[in-house]
């Protein structure tokens, strides 16, 4: 048996974060230019948080002719073993699992995510705690984690913008109900807002909902004034694709959000990164 080098090991890796990269591309055209627009050295770690993201978000909404339970609980086993291990014969795993050592991103994070995305497979509908804790977990943990590298290791810069990136990741997913809640219903018989009868969705509740979600962008947009210049357009650049996804619900009637999948076009998207970059440019965002 010939042993392996520290070299032939860099080239697992290398090609673990490509398969990230792919994942990303595959399922996101906005994160993917996003993502971009980040500082190269972020690109590997940032595609391999999404692709680790992605797989666990797959199983509890896709994989229906497989036990989903059962793939959960592998994910979560195998997960935790390729962090302590320092490797996994999953791409995309050894991809997280490097990126969690090298930026010390803390397995509570990991675990609150993982937590998170099991619920979806026992409940339907959600009450206020517990809506509050799906958001923290599907979403406001992956901001911390991202946040996590993007302050490498400058935990006084961490602890100040992790407040703000909570927020963000809120914001976007929440979006993201408002924009899939027919499919969600629909196809998979969730409902994720508390107290909203999507078969009874009005004004009243969209309104309320709205309100709720641009509070979470302005404290998120204070956060991304003060991240490192590395990071800042980028991440700049998804909350502008999020805030025209959000105006463009926020100007439809709510029953017009129940028979359509809202998107922003690749000509407006084109746009907003023109106009994006310029106000960045000149330090106007």
């Known amino acids: 048996m010939v042993p392996v080098t520290s070299d032939q090991k860099h080239l697992f890796d290398d090609a673990s974060h490509r398969c990230g990269r792919v994942i990303t591309n595959t399922y996101s055209t906005s994160f993917s230019l996003a993502i971009r627009f980040l500082n190269r050295d972020f690109h590997a770690p940032i595609h391999a948080i999404y692709g ?19 793939l959960m609980q592998r994910l979560r086993n195998e997960t935790f073993e390729a962090i302590d291990s320092g490797i996994s014969l999953n791409p995309l795993l050894n991809a997280f699992q490097s990126t969690v050592g090298r930026y010390g991103i803390e397995h509570g994070l ?4 993982l937590r998170s995305m099991e619920m979806d497979l026992e409940r339907t509908a959600y009450d206020q705690r517990g809506y509050e804790e799906y958001i923290l977990g599907s979403a406001e943990v992956v901001g911390l984690m991202c946040l996590k590298v993007f302050c490498e290791g400058d935990e006084v810069l961490y602890e100040r913008l992790k407040a703000p990136a909570m927020k963000l990741g809120s914001a976007f997913q929440k979006i993201n109900f408002l924009r899939d809640m027919h499919t969600d219903h629909a196809a998979l ?18 309104q309320r909902i709205e309100a709720d979600i641009l509070a979470d962008f302005a404290a998120g947009h204070e956060g991304i004034t003060g991240l490192p210049k590395r990071a800042r357009f ?17 100007g439809m009637h709510a029953a017009a959000i129940l028979s359509e999948r809202i ?18 440019s000149i330090n106007r965002i």
């Open 234 to 250: 980028g991440v700049y650049l998804a909350y502008v694709y999020y805030m025209a996804l959000f105006r463009k619900i926020s």
């Open 263 to 280: 998107r922003i076009s690749d000509s407006q998207k084109a746009t907003l990164l023109v106009g994006s970059y310029l106000r960045h």
């Open 189 to 206: 018989g969730r409902s994720y807002f508390p107290g909203i009868d999507v078969n009874d969705f009005n004004e009243q509740a969209k």
């Open 110 to 113: 990991v675990d609150t995510f």
């Open 52 to 70: 680790f993201v992605r797989l666990a978000d797959e199983i509890v909404d896709s994989f229906h002719d497989f036990p989903k339970r059962e």
